[in-house]
């Protein structure tokens, strides 16, 4: 296997291997300026236990966000949110966002929020939600997001979208009840940025 070594300007170094195959492969870099980064995911966290669920250390770069959950439930029926955050903290005001839900093909609601991005129009006993909220940067600190999650305790499905201007560069993320009382009790959550 050949490889190239890249020195870093202070310490330390990358190395790019080429796989030992035959014949030659050819990788074309778009002729642009950017940051080359691979999609990085964090630790998953037990939603089993707390009202928040938070990650933080958010590089500056990042551009798209992927908020994952896996059976996510509650012992309440306020409303899971996910909201965005600065070094100043986690901001709870000013969102634009819609959800709702359909059950078996049939209307289950929709309901605005303003505090966090909203997983759906309401909550219930014994729903465990999974699926995927996608929170992309559209230019300096403005951020929208989609979603999509089935509830596995119902034929539910729930889907949305949001906007976000904040006052400086997102760097956490946390997951909470618009109550931000009701205490998580299943399920487990993980982030992926890029």
Request: hydrophobic share 40%; proline share 2%.
């Amino acid at each position: 296997m050949a490889s190239l070594v890249l020195s870093g300007d202070t310490s330390g170094a990358i190395t790019v291997s080429a796989p030992a195959v035959s014949g030659s492969n050819t990788q074309t870099l778009v002729a642009v300026t950017g940051t080359l980064a691979p999609i990085i995911a964090a630790t998953a966290q037990a939603s089993t236990s707390g009202t928040n669920i938070d990650f933080t250390g958010i590089p500056s770069w990042v551009k798209r966000i992927t908020v994952m959950f896996n059976g996510v439930s509650t012992n309440g029926t306020s409303v899971v949110v996910v909201r965005l955050g600065t070094s100043g903290g986690v901001v709870a005001t000013s969102y634009v966002g819609v959800s709702g839900g359909t059950v078996n093909g049939g209307s289950a609601g929709v309901a605005v929020y303003s505090t966090g991005f909203a997983i759906d129009a309401d909550m219930g006993a014994g729903r465990a939600y999974s699926g995927n909220m996608i929170i992309a940067n559209v230019t300096g600190n403005t951020w929208i997001e989609s979603h999509s999650f089935g509830d596995s305790g119902t034929t539910r499905m729930c889907t949305g979208g949001g906007n976000q201007a904040l006052s400086g560069t997102l760097d956490r993320v946390r997951i909470t009840t618009v109550n931000g009382t009701d205490t998580f009790d299943a399920g487990s959550i993980n982030i992926l940025y890029e």
